[in-house]
């Protein structure tokens, strides 16, 4: 491994603001916060760009970017500190193991930005019946799951899956920067995203409930 990656690593663990394949918080992430606002989660976050546009626009509400790559956490959490941004934590896990660091009922809303399609593991892919049933052990009854992406086959994939769960879908937008105003949720830009778009790719997005209609 490179030294500017290691310095990484190291300063990672540091931060005030990150947290290590660490389950203390499992049922205290509210008391970490020192608050009882609702908790939101930024699955594959990367370098953090939702949890940060979305921590700026929402000081009320707490976002947790979880990613498995150390590095990329490492932009996200330095730049929360930089800013004094205390609604923002970041967790460095497989989100397979999300169940070992949340408690039933913890997580208000997921957001997925610009995951791996995964075209040939079906059952590694984020909003596959797989990790649903995962994200439904720690979310609230009510909660909404939130899907950007540039893959067709993942937006398809995702529709499918609601479709064949019975999950209401209430937002679907095929082509994000064609709407004649972009809300400034949505606005937020990842650095996935900013690449896709360079490349000409058209953004897409769903919000749907995590749980069925009953
Ligand atoms: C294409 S990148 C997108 C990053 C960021 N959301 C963005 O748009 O810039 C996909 C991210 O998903 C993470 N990832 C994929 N599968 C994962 C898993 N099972 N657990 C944790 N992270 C995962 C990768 O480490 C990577 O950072």
Known sequence: MGKAKLIKFAEFDSF???FNADCTNKGKWNQWFGNNNPIVLELACGKGDYTLGL???HPHINYIGI???GNR???GAKTAIEENLCNVAFLRIPIDNIQQYFETDEVSEIWITFPDPQPQKERKRLSSPKFLN???KIATKDAFVNVKTDS???YEFTLETAAAENLEVAINIPNVYTQAEVSDILNIKTYYETLWLGMGRTIKYVKYKLNPIP
């Open 67 to 69: 990613d498995i790559k």
């Open 152 to 154: 067709d086959l993942f």
């Open 134 to 136: 995962e994200y439904r």
């Open 55 to 57: 921590a700026r626009l």
């Open 16 to 18: 005030s603001n990150t």
């Open 73 to 75: 956490l490492w932009r």
